[in-house]
């Protein structure tokens, strides 16, 4: 029985192995061949190149500014219609985020620090986001006055993201976040019908 036992160890062992073998030939398969920067890695589902890497930073500071204003119609609208869509909204980014986030932390980069109810000035130049005194304008009102605002300003802003996702398609070679844009660029451009409707725009 030990010798049979043995037997079986070894056999297991082999096969461990050669799974192990064969999952890193896999994984090294595919170099990513648009990575730039060398910040190209390979993964199960292709590397990642800057592109995928500038989209991944700079919407996660766009998301957080979203959330960021969805967060005031709670208080602040006056329409249930802008309540609904600000849920919406945060119900969706929030965990974008967090997808984003992972991935940077996997390509070994640094997710960039949280902004948000802090100084956006930094951020302004992504395309948009509001600035230090559009934020503070939202804040501060609130009624009907807050629901144009809040639409006026989320359209600018989903237009923006809209901008980004289509560069990250046009650039990037990591499969989840060009997949990621596409449904950033349907959800997103949708709202925007929604809302201009909303606004009693065509």
């Known amino acids: ?18 799974v192990a073998a064969l999952t890193l ?29 500038s989209f991944s930073k700079d919407m996660i500071q766009h998301h957080r500014q979203a959330v960021e204003m969805a967060g005031l119609a709670a208080d602040h609208a006056s329409s249930a219609q802008v309540k609904s869509l600000a849920t919406k909204i945060e119900g969706a980014q929030a965990p974008e985020i967090k ?22 000035g930094m951020s302004t130049a992504t395309p948009g986001m509001m600035s230090d ?3 503070g304008k939202l804040e501060k009102a609130s009624g009907t006055g807050f629901d144009t605002m809040f639409l006026t300003m989320m359209v600018e802003h ?38 201009n409707k909303m606004l009693g725009k065509s």
């Not at 595919?30 to 592109?51: E, L, R, V, W, Y």
């Not at 997710?111 to 100084?119: A, I, L, Q, R, T």
């Not at 950033?184 to 709202?191: D, K, M, N, P």
Request: glycine share 10%; net charge negative; aromatic share 4%.
């Open 1 to 18: 029985m030990t010798a049979q036992r043995r037997f079986v160890r070894r056999t297991v062992l082999a096969v461990t192995a050669s």
């Open 25 to 53: 030939a896999a994984c090294g398969s595919d170099g990513g061949d648009k990575a730039s920067s060398g910040t190209g890695t390979a993964t199960a589902t292709g590397g990642h190149n800057a592109a995928d890497v």
């Open 133 to 135: 005194a559009d934020m």
């Open 99 to 120: 997808t984003m986030s992972g991935w940077l932390t996997s390509w070994g980069e640094q997710v960039p620090e949280d902004m948000s109810g802090m100084n956006h």
């Open 158 to 195: 989903h237009e923006g993201a809209v901008d980004m996702a289509k560069t990250e398609k046009a650039d990037g070679t990591y499969q989840p976040a060009t997949k990621l844009a596409a449904d950033v660029i349907t959800a997103q451009s949708a709202e925007i019908q929604q809302m």
